[in-house]
């Protein structure tokens, strides 16, 4: 096991993880050493006889457990994005070993009062120091030796039932997708996409992780229709129970830690602090996007001339909208070619905004061979870091869209980001990628999320990149979405795959109006979600919950939300984001992000836009700043003020 990759750091350009020369059985034994290297790292600094300083515990602590790093991060990168029942098989015995050794440092109490011992002047290491003693605190530092005992077997029995979920999750994607003998019942689909449907002599359409199936916009019989909304949201139905004993052990372990529910525990840390500040921004939403919703209620049963069902909404809302704004959705497909929204497009905007530049690296791999790598570099053509792009859907790949790191960047250890985005389109068969108009919302998310990566500038890795509070994350990612429908950038990048052709201007416009519409359906999904989410993280422990269908339903119709057109986003039984994805309780990030994303957005309109001078600032003092400073101060600095939610509610037609 000399050769094992992990055991050495990476001797590729920017520590790129040696993908060609990482194997399977690579991980289990680097997994191990990295553990227990980590545990006697950290037994040193806690059993030093020095006096504890800044530089000899927390900066320690920073350089601690590379070998566990470096395999934990390749490891659940793949695992997302390329995972196989070896690494499933692995993950699941690995997480919870993860969770005890994490447990086994933040309740070393010897640590602990070293921790509690160091002070320092200086203003990064004292927000640091600052951020160690939230984690250790959260994580039951000052708990007694049986309550501490208790916390590990929560932990455990969390850290088990969250890989059970989402791996149920996979597999219910395949094994609750829509099957037909017949390729008429998929009319509507258009004959290519049939066509890659088929195996075997029947046909597949698999279920995508979210309620509302893009098919429904398309297939125009009702039964199938009916059919896949039905598997939508009846998979995984284990996961119900699974959930349901989620929350209890979430709840359970807030008491423990002093907070009257896991909700309050959880936001705590955010830039939120409580949960009156994110009950009183959903309560200002709720009324008037159901209001919103119900009034494109109306309009949908006027145009199928009898009352929709919930699987006819968005079949429905296609044909309103082809009415209302004579849009069709399809009609812009070939002029977003995948290769083209990227270059002349995500990285056209990053140009302008920020000077920096990419070059394709194909002599660098990534771990499957349609993962793409570039080199970025900044304005004065000094390396900044590597992008990696897998935008294919996979039958081994988690659903939805993410960016994660591979190399944090640190002055600490001198390291350079490595940064990737994953997305879920399906590979055409032959010929040129098209994209949805949807899908390029996406890479343009995605990429702002990137951009977080590549552009941070500080110490230390606890705090590099998108290392910030989770109601803060999605706020830059949000924002890169405004140079979607820039008239230059999408005049670069929107032409015809064949004719080189720039997208109709009256398209471009259709497309502007027509954004505006379904805001309602958008926005009541989203909240649904959203306070669903809440009300199992609001439970106490005495609430046990023995029928969690009936639970969801009347935690919807408590919080105002219950509209049976519109169900919430994810239901519970497939809600990755909260049982299995670091989201639990704080899914309202999503549109508490939105207050700050709405507002520099205005900023930049206010400022000419599409310029080097204002991309430089939204640089300077937010996205280089990382975890390293108050988010909310690093806004001040960006905006010039305290946040308003006016401009999104403006947004999303909410006044
Ligand atoms: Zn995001």
Not at 41 to 64: H, W
Request: hydrophobic residues 40%; glycine residues 6%; charged residues 25%.
């Amino acid at each position: 096991m000399a050769d094992n990759p992990f055991f050495a750091p990476s001797s590729l350009p920017y520590r790129l993880p040696p993908f060609a020369e990482i194997r399977e059985e690579h991980y289990l034994p680097a997994f191990e050493r990295g553990m227990a290297e980590h545990l006697a790292e950290v037994e040193a600094i806690a059993g030093s006889d020095d006096p504890p300083t800044f530089d000899n515990t927390i900066a320690a602590l920073e350089r601690a457990g590379r070998i566990l790093d470096r395999t934990a991060t390749v490891f659940f990168s793949v695992a997302a994005s390329n995972t196989s029942d070896a690494i499933m098989e692995l993950e699941k015995r690995i997480s919870p070993e993860l969770t005890r050794h994490s447990d086994a440092i933040r309740l070393n109490r010897a640590l602990w009062a070293r921790i509690k011992q160091v002070t320092t002047d200086d203003p990064e290491q004292a927000w640091l120091l600052e951020k160690y003693r939230e984690d250790f605190i959260r994580a039951g530092a000052d708990l007694t030796e049986p309550e501490q005992e208790r916390l590990r077997e929560l932990n455990q029995e969390l850290s088990k039932l969250s890989t059970e979920f989402s791996q149920n999750l996979l597999k219910a994607s395949t094994e609750s997708a829509l099957v037909v003998d017949d390729p008429a019942a998929l009319d509507g689909l258009g004959e290519a996409t049939i066509r890659s449907l088929e195996k075997d002599g029947r046909y597949v359409l698999p279920l995508l992780n979210f309620t509302n199936q893009p098919a429904l916009a398309q297939l125009t019989d009702r039964d199938v229709r009916r059919r896949l909304f039905e598997l939508s949201v009846g998979r995984a139905p284990v996961n119900f129970g699974l959930a349901a004993r989620m929350a209890m052990l979430r709840a359970e372990r807030a008491a423990l830690l002093g907070f009257p529910n896991h909700a309050a525990y959880v936001v705590a840390d955010q830039t939120a602090k409580t949960v009156e500040a994110v009950e009183e921004m959903l309560d200002q939403l709720v009324g008037p996007a159901v209001r919103n919703a119900e009034a494109e209620a109306a309009a949908l049963a006027e145009q199928a001339g009898f009352p929709i069902e919930p699987w006819d909404w968005s079949y429905y809302a296609e044909k309103v909208r082809r009415a209302r704004y004579d849009f069709d959705a399809d009609a812009m497909r070939p002029y977003f070619e995948l290769d083209r929204v990227y270059r002349d497009g995500v990285f056209e905007a990053a140009g302008r905004l920020y000077g920096v530049t990419f070059t394709d690296r194909p002599d660098l791999a990534g771990y499957h061979e349609d993962v793409r790598v570039f080199e970025v570099f900044d304005a004065d053509g000094s390396a900044l870091g590597l992008f990696l792009l897998d935008p294919y859907a996979r039958a081994n790949k988690r659903g939805g869209a993410w960016m994660n790191n591979l190399v944090d960047q640190s002055f600490l250890f001198g390291e350079k980001p490595v940064v990737v985005n994953n997305l879920n389109i399906t590979k055409p068969a032959e010929g040129p990628t098209l994209l949805s108009y949807d899908e390029v919302n996406t890479a343009f998310h995605e990429f702002g999320h990137a951009l977080h990566g590549l552009f941070s500038a500080v110490r230390f890795p606890r705090v590099s990149g998108t290392s910030v509070p989770r109601d803060f994350v999605e706020y830059p990612s949000q924002v890169n979405e405004m140079w979607i429908t820039w008239p230059e950038i999408l005049a670069n990048y929107a032409r015809h795959h064949e004719t080189g052709e720039p997208m109709p201007a009256e398209l471009v416009k259709k497309l502007e109006a027509a954004e505006k519409f379904n805001q309602g359906f958008k926005t009541v999904e989203y909240l649904a979600a959203t306070l669903l989410d809440w009300a199992w993280h609001k439970l106490v422990p005495e609430h046990e919950v023995a029928d969690p269908v009936a639970f969801e339903k009347a935690a919807l119709e408590a919080a105002g939300i219950a509209f049976p057109l519109v169900p919430p986003r994810y239901r519970t039984n497939y809600f990755m984001h909260i049982f299995s994805g670091g989201y639990s309780a704080g899914y309202y990030s999503y549109i508490w992000s939105e207050v700050l994303d709405a507002e520099s957005v205005e900023w930049f309109k206010e400022n000419g836009g599409l310029k080097r001078a204002n991309g430089d600032h939204f640089r300077r003092e937010l996205l280089s700043r990382g975890g390293s400073v108050d988010p909310l101060a690093s806004f001040r600095a960006f905006r010039g003020r305290e946040p308003s939610i006016r401009p999104l509610l403006e947004r999303r037609g909410l006044i």
